[in-house]
């Protein structure tokens, strides 16, 4: 279904019909190790539906609803899935509701497996290192990978930032604005908060529906005291200035906090000042997928802040930054971000491929975990995160590869080569900027560049759809065959200082694509 036909509406957590979801599922014979698949949209029987496979031991693989149907089947072929469980339809803010076919054969429905089953389910045994979900991260070399995390450790490291990261106090309402289908969901919506007894403040929605205000209409409406976003939705919103903000008074805020990508000093700054009034701390918190929770992050009123910055480690986190050559860098300086050992919440594997885990995180810095991402630590030692440096692009705070979106560009039969690359957006970060050589006697159109772009959204999903597509009669490469990116880098920028390009095997397409290059989104 489709991600941007949201219902509109808001739950708070509750409970209910829990024992009967693990009914359910043991009668659809998922047992102690299985793997489920869930592809839902932001309702509390998502919720329901995760802790009903802890419940009973499962574990659940859940792949974000804005993903297309191909990429759930990759995800579901990968783990193993035996079941998967899903929402048939969906209304979108003008109550239209899409229905998912009916399959007798394969489909069981939820409200019939639920109705009459006990409300007692005695829990299943693990072990503390047993796994509790597989959640799939883009991977530099294209294909997504599964990364695993096992029950105590992840579930101890995410309660024990969230008590910490958010200062919570029983009496707090907690608010993360990220789609459970990432892992911000997974450890900040689900785990972490839960594990504390938080009340928490379940969101299907948009910021921008039914108007700007939606964000602080919901502040006020449930007195929310903690309340988490990214910095894309920030923003976003900061384009409509203060106003739609200052129509609601947001006096119950007490900690703001950002997470999915570097913050830019000015989207901070009205963070703080027109959001928070200058009264709530910010956390900035840096994490990943495979670091399970915060890993660099202030701590509320006790860290002074910088603004862009994600400050220092979380207790038991031990940062480094490398050279190129691997070695450590004191002071000052700027390089890898790398972690020296391990802390409770940190993936255990890639799932099915123990093999690609050590070879993605521990092989070009052995004895170290490493981030792809690139940090520079001030004379105060701050740290602050640069961005990626491996060919990973973050759009609105979501990681995609470009091998993933360039394989998709070439499965289709009149693209012969595909180059992807960032470029900065004002409200998204980076957008995709994607450049294609044709095959022989094709010629490129508005046509074409809307099934490419068709193309990509059906293979992976609405967030990679391309922002730009160039036609490239030649793509720069070296005399080895390598396409230089840092080139296309600067051509999709607009950039003219282009460094050293003695290595290009041609320089002359450097200036065709210069002259064509695409100068606004279409
Ligand atoms: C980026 C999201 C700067 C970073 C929790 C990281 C950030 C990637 C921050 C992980 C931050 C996340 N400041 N960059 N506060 N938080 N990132 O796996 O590039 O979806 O490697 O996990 O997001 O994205 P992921």
């Known amino acids: 279904f489709n991600l941007l036909a949201v219902k509109i509406h808001l739950v708070l957590l509750l409970y209910c019909s829990l024992d009967y979801t693990f009914f359910a599922l043991l009668c659809a014979g998922v047992k102690k190790g299985d793997r489920v698949s869930i592809y839902m949209p932001m309702v509390v029987e998502l ?14 693989s859940i792949v974000f609803a804005g993903f297309s149907a191909e990429s759930l089947c990759e995800r579901i072929m990968d783990s193993q899935c035996s079941l998967l469980i899903t929402a048939g339809g969906l209304s979108n803010p003008h109550r239209r509701l899409t229905h998912v076919p009916w399959n007798p054969d394969v489909d069981l429905c939820w409200h019939t497996l639920v109705c ?38 992840y579930m101890l490291y995410t309660a024990t930032t969230f008590k910490l990261v958010f200062d919570y106090q029983p009496d707090d ?34 910021p921008t529906y039914p108007d700007v205000s939606r964000m602080w209409e919901i502040v006020d409406k449930y007195h929310v005291t903690k309340f988490y976003t990214a910095p894309t939705a920030i923003r976003l919103l900061m384009k409509y200035g203060s106003e739609p903000v200052q129509k609601y008074k947001r006096e119950s805020l ?4 950002t997470v999915g990508e570097p913050i830019n000093p000015e989207a901070w700054q009205w963070y703080y000042t027109v959001v928070g009034e200058k009264r709530c701390p910010i ?44 070695e450590e860098l004191e002071g000052p300086n700027e390089g890898y971000l790398v972690f020296k050992q391990p802390w409770p919440g940190v993936m255990r594997t890639v799932q099915g491929n123990h093999q690609r885990f050590e070879t993605t995180y521990f092989k070009k810095f052995p ?7 690139g940090c520079r630590r001030d004379k105060d030692g701050y740290f602050w995160i640069t961005g990626r440096i491996d060919d990973m692009l973050n759009v609105s705070g979501h990681l995609l590869s470009t091998a993933e979106v360039e394989s998709a560009l070439v499965e289709h039969e009149v693209v012969a080569e595909a180059a992807v690359v960032g470029r900065p957006h004002p409200v998204k970060g980076e957008s995709l ?5 044709l095959t022989d006697g094709v010629t490129f159109s508005r046509a074409l560049e809307t099934d490419l772009k068709k193309q990509v959204r059906e293979k992976i999903g609405a967030i990679a759809t ?14 080895s065959g390598k396409i230089m990116r840092r080139v296309l880098r600067k051509i999709a920028c607009d950039e003219r200082d282009m460094g050293d390009i003695s290595t290009l095997a041609d320089s002359s397409v450097v200036e065709e694509l210069f002259q064509n290059r695409c100068s606004t989104a279409v």
């Open 47 to 60: 919720v329901v539906a995760m802790l009903a496979c802890v419940r009973i031991g499962a574990v659940h």
């Open 116 to 153: 009459g089953e006990s409300d007692e389910c005695e829990p299943e045994w693990c072990e503390s290192e047993d796994p509790l979900f597989v959640l799939y991260t883009s991977g530099s070399t294209g294909k997504p990978k599964g990364v695993l995390h096992t029950i105590s450790g």
């Open 173 to 206: 309402v907690y608010w993360c604005t990220a789609d459970i289908g990432w892992i911000t969901g997974h450890s900040y919506i689900t785990y972490g908060p839960l594990a504390n007894g938080a009340t928490s403040v379940l969101f299907e929605g948009l």
């Open 254 to 257: 007490k900690v703001l906090g």
């Open 283 to 326: 956390v900035d918190t840096f994490w990943q997928t495979e670091t399970g929770g915060h890993v660099l992050t202030p701590l509320p009123a006790a860290t002074p802040m910088k603004p862009g910055s994600a400050t220092f480690p979380f207790f038991g986190v031990v940062p480094a930054i490398l050279n190129e050559s691997g």
């Open 367 to 373: 004895g170290y975990y490493v981030t792809g991402d």
């Open 433 to 437: 900027y994607c450049f294609v050589t």
């Open 466 to 479: 391309p922002d730009f597509i160039q036609e490239a009669p030649t793509l720069p490469k070296t005399r």
